[in-house]
């Protein structure tokens, strides 16, 4: 039995990069993981092949974020499905980790670039969660996505790092308001890992890979799993006494 057995969890972003390794690590610990993805249908099936290949429970839910009627959407896709597949019709772990990470100094930011960014990293994650709170049992836990970049000033990134200190400022708030059953929620804010996000600059530059793993004290780049076993800590029974707070998933970036 899996620390996670009996537990059903929604992982957003669940087909690529971060997400994936979340959604295989909780299902591997023996929750029922609800895999959302938006553009890459493929990718999340292959998810949960993979999860089912190897004995665990997950099935795929589709919601574009940032657009309108994308919080009810994904919900009614949730609850359509996790009946076939769960015990129960709730919810103990929501990870809200899809996220868009537009580059632009502040002189180069279009307010399209910023409004998406917005829309994704920081709209759908508030009302996502308000409209899951009934769906999440008492006990549960919320895991929210940050960024280093909320303590590390990355010029370029500027206006996403506005929307990881929101979600930082909300995990904190929203950490108070649940206490009272017994629901934590805390950020994870990683450095820089290997995916998709950083694969235009990084995957085949050896330069931009060296100083990239040089941010960190442990001298490499980041890998989706390095954050993945940290997410599982936060939705463990072990970290029951760890609410409102960031853990610096940076492996020790820029200290
Ligand atoms: P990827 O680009 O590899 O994956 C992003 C995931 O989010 C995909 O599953 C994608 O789904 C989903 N997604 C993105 N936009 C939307 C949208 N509008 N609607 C629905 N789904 C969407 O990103 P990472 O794994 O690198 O990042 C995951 C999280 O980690 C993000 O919140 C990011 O900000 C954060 N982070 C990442 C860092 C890094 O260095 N990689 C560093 C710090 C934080 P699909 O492909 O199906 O559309």
Do not use: C
Not at 16 to 24: K, Q
Not at 186 to 213: C, F, Q, Y
Not at 225 to 230: K, R
Not at 237 to 252: E, I, K, N, S, Y
Request: net charge negative; proline share 2%; hydrophobic share 45%.
């Amino acid at each position: 039995m899996g620390a996670l057995t009996g537990r059903t969890a929604l992982v957003t972003g669940g087909s690529r990069g971060i997400g994936r390794a979340i959604a295989e690590r909780l299902a591997a610990d023996g929750a029922t993981v609800a895999v959302h993805y938006g553009r890459n249908a493929a990718a999340a099936d292959e998810v949960v092949e993979g999860i089912r290949a190897k004995g665990g429970t997950a099935f795929t839910v589709h919601a574009e974020l940032g657009v309108e009627g994308d919080v009810a959407t994904l919900w009614e896709s949730f609850d359509r499905q996790v009946r076939q597949h769960a015990t129960g019709t709730g919810l103990d772990i929501l990870v809200n980790n899809a996220g868009v990470t537009p580059r632009g100094e502040i002189d180069e930011t279009t307010a399209e670039a910023f409004e998406e960014t917005v829309a994704v990293n920081m709209r759908a994650p508030f009302f996502l969660t308000q409209q899951g709170l009934k769906r999440l049992r008492d006990g549960g836990r919320i895991v929210n996505v940050s960024s280093g970049a909320t303590r590390i000033a990355l010029t370029d990134i500027i206006a996403y790092a506005m929307t990881k200190g929101a979600i930082d400022a909300f995990s904190l708030t929203l950490a108070k308001a649940l206490g009272p059953r017994g629901i934590t929620v805390n950020s994870v804010a990683p450095g820089i890992i290997d995916t998709d996000i950083n694969a235009s600059w990084l995957r085949g530059n050896e330069a931009a890979e060296r100083s990239a793993a040089e941010l960190s004290a442990l001298g490499r780049v980041g890998r989706p799993e390095d954050v993945a076993d940290v997410v599982a800590f936060l939705a463990s029974d072990d970290a029951r006494w760890v609410t409102g707070q960031v853990l610096d998933a940076t492996g020790g970036s820029q200290l």
